[in-house]
């Protein structure tokens, strides 16, 4: 079965420069959800999108924009990058129904 | 208090014992309550999914639910050296469609043959 596709999967970038995450959810899944895995922490959620609109904002830095766009893939872009920003980014989605959110391979963003 | 606290481990078992994993949440919102599995650097995989109190059973895999005690717990039966993983809960409320998953700090599980 088609899984949730991530890309880069590796991502090396120096402070300050910017980033593009890019996420290709489950086909006819309409709803992505984004998180960030510091080293030895759970995931924590960043944004969402539902039918290519914001459904919810966590704990995002303003430095960070997302959007979701026509065909429902969705794009991480982060800007002013920071040494703390290391860390794996993880798409997630889900179909109508039941909240059973599927997690991406994940993005390994280092910045040094 | 974070929302939702897991011990963290590290927990390491025999091949065949049966591993019990718990979390327990303050949030009494949370609806949906979620296992997932996650290998080392890998992205977390969903072994169950559940909505309500009690039981659940898929293969070697038992979820419980209890939401009178804001508990659950997942069981794994005979367990083999390729469920070493780390072990996350999560669980979601109902919030304007948006039902993001808050997670538990997740339990690192060592199998030995």
């Known amino acids: 079965a088609a899984g949730v596709i991530q890309s880069p999967r590796h991502l090396i970038k120096e402070k300050r420069e910017t980033a593009t995450l890019k996420c290709y959810p489950i086909p006819r899944h309409d709803t992505v959800y984004w998180y960030q895995q510091g080293p030895g922490q759970d995931p924590q959620f960043l944004i969402s999108f539902y039918e290519k609109m914001q459904s919810d904002k966590g704990s995002i830095p303003d430095r960070f924009s997302a959007q979701q766009f026509s065909d429902y893939h969705s794009e991480l872009n982060m800007s002013s990058l920071e040494l703390g920003d290391s860390a794996l980014y993880f798409c997630?989605?889900?179909?109508?129904?039941?909240?059973?959110?599927?997690f991406g391979p994940g993005t390994r963003l280092t910045v040094l | 208090q974070k929302e939702v606290e897991q011990d963290p481990g590290p927990l390491s078992v025999p091949e065949g014992a049966i591993v019990s994993l718990n979390c327990t949440y303050s949030?009494?919102?949370?609806?949906?309550f979620m296992w997932y599995r996650q290998y080392s650097r890998k992205g977390p995989e969903l072994l169950m999914y559940?909505?309500?109190?009690g039981n659940k059973e898929d293969g070697r895999f038992t979820a419980q639910v209890d939401k009178s005690s804001k508990y659950i717990s997942l069981f794994i039966r005979d367990s083999q050296p390729s469920d070493s993983a780390t072990y996350l809960c999560?669980?979601?409320?109902?919030?304007?469609?948006?039902?993001?998953?808050?997670f538990g700090k997740g339990t690192k599980l060592t199998v030995n043959p």
């Open positions: 999560a669980m979601s409320a109902i919030q304007g469609g948006s039902e993001k998953l808050v």
């Open positions: 949030n009494s919102a949370f609806q949906y």
């Open positions: 559940t909505y309500s109190s």
């Open positions: 997630a989605s889900r179909g109508q129904g039941p909240n059973e959110q599927f």
